[in-house]
């Protein structure tokens, strides 16, 4: 009889380390189905989709807002970077839900109006070194490059707070202390933005 309880406990032990190994490799299995998140702005519902990346945003339907910080290219567009403006729109329709409005006042501009903006900005503030705290030259600005939005400056206000309260959500970062309205994509979506520039003069 002590053989066979004994017997009895060895099998069930071995059943329980079988378990256990089953366990382990499933718990493993789990830990390697990793994915990385994809934003999209959804046209439709005007709403921001995270999905796996082996999934990606629905074409003709969605937007990306781009997994990085969004740079300059190779060439000079002629208009807001596509990503930043569906980082904008994924905001834009946030806010709204919330009762706050918010509009782009001034986004893409030419290389030769950013440089007609400065050479007034120093007729304005009398010094170059003074005017480049508030208009960069057209070489430096990221307007030209469809990478900067002016949001709510000729409007409320709050449409900019809420932006730089939210805006890490969806990639958007207030860059200058001295301007509320001035946000850039300096993150991915989902990020952690800077911490704010004294002025434009403060280039990174």
């Not at 074409?59 to 740079?71: A, Q």
């Not at 706050?100 to 503030?125: F, H, W």
């Not at 932006?163 to 946000?183: K, Q």
Request: hydrophobic share 40%; net charge negative.
């Amino acid at each position: 009889m002590f053989f066979v309880t004994v017997l009895l406990m060895g099998v069930a032990s071995l059943f329980g380390l079988a378990a256990d190994t089953i366990m382990q490799q499933e718990n493993k299995t789990v830990q390697e189905i990793k994915f990385t998140p994809v934003h999209c702005f959804n046209k439709a519902s005007e709403k921001l989709i995270i999905r796996p990346d082996f999934i990606g945003c629905v074409i003709g339907e969605e937007e990306s807002l781009g997994e990085n910080e969004l740079v300059e290219g190779m060439q000079r567009p002629n208009e807001i970077h596509p990503q930043l403006l569906a980082r904008f729109l994924s905001a834009q329709a946030a806010a709204k839900e919330e009762g706050v409005d918010m509009s782009i006042d001034s986004g893409y501009r030419t290389v030769e109006t950013q440089n007609y903006l400065y050479q007034n900005a120093i007729k304005k503030y009398e010094t170059a070194d003074e005017a480049i705290k508030w208009v960069l030259p057209g070489d430096l600005s990221r307007h030209p490059w469809g990478l900067a939005l002016d949001v709510n400056l000729n409007h409320d206000k709050s449409g900019a707070s809420w932006l730089e309260a939210n805006g890490a959500t969806f990639g958007l970062c207030r860059v200058y202390e001295n301007e509320w309205w001035h946000f850039e994509p300096l993150i991915a979506p989902g990020g952690i933005c800077p911490p704010l520039l004294p002025d434009a003069s403060h280039l990174k």
